[in-house]
């Protein structure tokens, strides 16, 4: 998932620079008008199809019984086997289909609590899928999901750094978008969340200095090798190549995926070069 979500970010010094790399996305980038709606391109059967390809057969067998459980029951029940079938899809590593599930159960009792765990999926599903239809319909998804947690609660800051990200992600104006997660830093200083999205775009705009202290404040907070390697790419980008050779294998150590590994060699390698 990590690698997925590495390799799905249009990011100087992780993909080939194009004309479009580096620059801002502009407003509603991923909302066009012809962008199809979440529902023709997300539904439960046809994720569940796709996701079941990829699983153990037996696995796959178990889900499908639950599933036909699901399909027969009515209300608080069909709701408890949607909840069951939520963390199914998420112990196989499924996201999707689980996000979808967890929809269902915030629609059948509609909480803060129900609205974030949906939007959270959705977004966890956006992060690591490759598939370029789908990601648009999945944060959709969230960012309806996080304005139905604020309609329960109007100052959750994880729901409003849930809405933030999906519009710094092309649900509308950026800067509307920006301004929401540096609301939600100005309150918690070290939320990870908004300081790795901020961060996030700070590269994603150019703005490499902006973004070093973004991803320090996320490893000060919690370690991960996504903001390692973002604070890398910043560094490469800026000339700090020493640095950016330790915040790269920062990265391959706590990741420790052959894949990532393998891009990370060839980039300290690269790096090593020109110093």
Do not use: C, H
């Not at 590593?93 to 974030?116: C, D, M, N, R």
């Not at 239809?133 to 849930?162: F, H, R, V, W």
């Not at 700070?202 to 991803?215: E, T």
């Amino acid at each position: 998932m990590l690698v997925a979500f590495l390799f799905t970010r249009d990011i100087k010094g992780l993909v080939k620079p194009t004309e479009e790399n580096g620059k801002m996305p502009s407003s509603g980038q991923m909302a066009g008008a012809a962008s199809p709606s979440p529902a023709s391109v997300l539904n439960l059967e046809t994720s569940s199809t796709a996701a079941k390809n990829v699983i153990n057969k037996n696995l796959a067998t178990d889900i499908t019984a639950l599933e036909n459980s699901y399909k027969g029951a009515n209300g608080t029940e069909k709701i408890q086997f949607a909840k069951q079938l939520a963390q199914k899809w998420d112990d196989v590593e499924q996201i999707t289909p689980s996000a979808l599930y967890l929809e269902v159960v915030a629609e059948g009792e509609p909480s803060t609590k129900s609205w974030l765990a949906a939007g959270n999926q959705f977004i966890k599903a956006f992060e690591s899928t490759q598939d370029s239809l789908a990601q648009p319909a999945l944060l959709q998804k969230a960012n309806m999901s996080y304005k139905k947690a604020l309609e329960k609660d109007s100052t959750n800051i994880e729901a409003k750094t849930g809405l933030g990200v999906t519009i710094v992600n092309g649900l509308g104006a950026p800067m509307q978008g920006i301004a929401m997660l540096l609301e939600v830093v100005a309150k918690e200083p070290k939320n990870v969340k908004a300081n790795m999205n901020l961060g996030l775009f700070s590269i994603k705009s150019g703005q490499f200095d902006k973004a070093i202290p973004r991803f320090n404040t996320v490893i000060a907070t919690a370690p991960t090798p996504e903001a390692y390697f973002y604070l890398g790419t910043a560094l490469e980008n800026l000339g700090r190549n020493k640095e950016a050779v330790d915040a790269y294998l920062s990265s391959k150590k706590l990741a420790a995926n052959p894949t990532l590994s393998s891009f990370i060699d060839k980039k300290v390698a690269e790096l090593k070069n020109k110093n």
